[in-house]
């Protein structure tokens, strides 16, 4: 969905470099996830935000920080990178809830993360 | 224990002909449930969402049921397309804690010509 894009699409690094990934929002969404993916496993919950500067831990927080300084951005980083760090990682935005329909959470392309 | 279990892991048929997937869930109570697609390379699209008071909700070729007192889900998808080709996610939100939703490990549908 072009209202949901990450950057970079695609990052192979190595064990103890800090990386960061990027998302950006067209929908004016005030609500901004970030998951990962792994094989054979649903998606978890890492941070998320409900507006500018708020920030609230996920199921697997530890090893990632998050940054929300716009609305329209919300960016995870890795500080220290880990091999077991590697996978698909999805941004995901929704709006303010008021109505049943209104949880569907809109996901961008995803950050395929490889850790040497 | 996932809340959210979902068959086969893994499914391969015919271009044309039909096939249902299944999703059995723990979560409770709950609010709603969806059935997302994701194309390989892409993010989750949402095709159903069905409150815990709804039966059924179509989508095109797509039929999401529900039965909430057995808690399991079903999408049934219609005369398949090679384009059907995807993984499929069922989703649970709790009623309360909306931000945390519960994934299923989703379904791979492959089409074949």
């Known amino acids: 969905d072009a209202d949901v894009t990450q950057t970079p699409r695609n990052r192979i690094t190595k064990t103890g470099k800090r990386i960061m990934l990027e998302c950006s929002q067209t929908?004016?969404?005030?609500?901004m996830y970030w998951y990962r993916q792994d094989p054979g496993l649903g998606l978890r919950l890492i941070y998320y935000?409900?507006?500018?500067?708020?920030?609230n831990k996920g199921e697997i927080s530890d090893g990632y920080s998050v940054s929300r300084q716009a609305q329209a951005k919300f960016s995870l980083s890795l500080e220290s990178a880990i091999p077991n760090q590697t996978a698909l990682y999805f941004c995901?935005?929704?709006?303010?809830?008021?109505?049943?329909?209104?949880?569907?959470?809109?996901f961008g392309p995803g950050t395929r993360l490889t850790v040497l | 224990k996932n809340q959210v279990e979902q068959s086969p892991q893994s499914l391969i048929i015919l271009e044309g002909k039909n096939c249902t997937l299944q999703?059995?869930?723990?979560?409770?109570?709950?609010?709603?449930l969806r059935w997302y697609k994701q194309d390989t390379g892409r993010g989750p699209v949402s095709l159903t969402i069905?409150?815990?008071?709804?039966n059924t909700k179509s989508n095109g070729r797509y039929t999401a049921t529900l039965d909430a007192d057995t808690k399991q889900s079903s999408l049934h998808i219609t005369a398949s397309q090679l384009s059907d080709s995807a993984s499929y996610i069922c989703?649970?939100?709790?009623?309360?804690?909306?931000?945390?939703?519960?994934f299923g490990t989703g379904t791979r549908l492959t089409v074949i010509p």
């Open positions: 989703v649970v939100t709790p009623q309360t804690g909306a931000n945390n939703l519960f």
């Open positions: 935000s409900f507006d500018v500067k708020d920030i």
């Open positions: 999703c059995n869930y723990t979560v409770s109570p709950f609010s709603n």
């Open positions: 995901a935005t929704r709006s303010t809830p008021g109505l049943a329909t209104s949880n569907e959470q809109f």
């Open positions: 929908k004016g969404h005030d609500r």
């Open positions: 069905m409150t815990f008071s709804e």
